[in-house]
């Protein structure tokens, strides 16, 4: 059995990047822990979502337990910085927040969980956190920088196919008879640049159950779960990662074998 650290920025991150990984880990026997940086406070949601005094921190604490039930996940922790909100934005800069974390402090704390399980495996984000967000790209600096600490031999950094993308965007504009909008220069990695290609196609229905876990931030009627299963599955049923030293073009298909 091998143990699998998953490292994210904010709840239900972990079931967009890596849901079906971590549910696939699990049914194949190994441990799973999810780490995440802060607990979202500054998720948007609809008026009147939340309960008589109930913080959104509460809410999504709660939901990220519910779906790392769902995935299999059996232990879960958080680091405790807040949510620093898009780049740009004021709350970037906050005391406390992610993004101005001291990195070997912060480091320092995921290295004590990752020499606590004797992790095999880390995942984290690739270096502009997929798309720029700032509390991804700082994943990916703790994390890389933990498992240098820790010695975890193996760091696979989640990505998003940005060629995979943009032929869905096409295929869907074709479709749809529309043109939407170009992906941002940020968005994604090319497929090039991806060193590892997991086929999650089979936990495809335990990552969208684990989205919907998270129903302050993922409403039925989002782009996650209002696509059809089969955009889903194409959308969702490959998870993308690099890991360094490893390629040139996509070499490996697990993360853990």
């Known amino acids: 059995m091998a143990t699998l650290v998953s490292f994210h920025a904010h709840p239900d991150d ?27 406070e500054l998720g948007e949601i609809p008026e009147g979502f939340l309960d008589d005094g109930e913080e959104l921190w509460q809410r999504r604490v709660l939901e990220t337990q519910a779906s790392a039930d ?42 004590a969980i990752l020499t606590d399980e004797n992790a095999d495996v880390l995942t984290v984000y690739d270096d502009h956190g997929g798309y720029g967000h700032p509390d991804h790209i700082q994943v990916h600096r703790v994390g890389m920088r933990a498992a240098e600490i820790a010695g975890t031999p193996r760091v696979y950094q989640a990505t998003i196919n940005r060629d995979r993308a943009l032929a869905g965007r096409r295929e869907f504009d074709r479709q749809n008879g529309v043109e939407t909008p170009e992906l941002a220069e940020d968005f994604g990695t090319p497929e090039s640049e991806i060193t590892c290609a997991v086929d999650v196609t089979a936990y495809a229905e335990h990552k969208r159950r684990a989205m919907r876990a998270h129903g302050s931030q993922i409403s039925e009627q989002s782009f996650f779960l209002a696509m059809p299963d089969e955009a889903f599955r194409f959308a969702f049923g490959t998870e993308w990662f690099i890991r360094a030293g490893q390629g040139p073009g996509i070499t490996e298909t697990d993360v853990l074998e």
């Open 14 to 40: 972990e079931c967009i990047a890596c849901g079906g990984v971590i549910r696939k880990a699990h049914e194949n026997g190994h441990r799973v822990v999810l780490v995440v940086a802060t607990r979202g």
């Open 70 to 111: 769902i995935l299999g996940v059996d232990r879960v922790e958080f680091l405790g910085y807040t949510d620093s909100g898009m780049m740009g934005e004021p709350t970037n800069d906050q005391p406390g927040t992610f993004w101005t974390a001291d990195v070997e402090e912060a480091a320092a704390k995921l290295a």
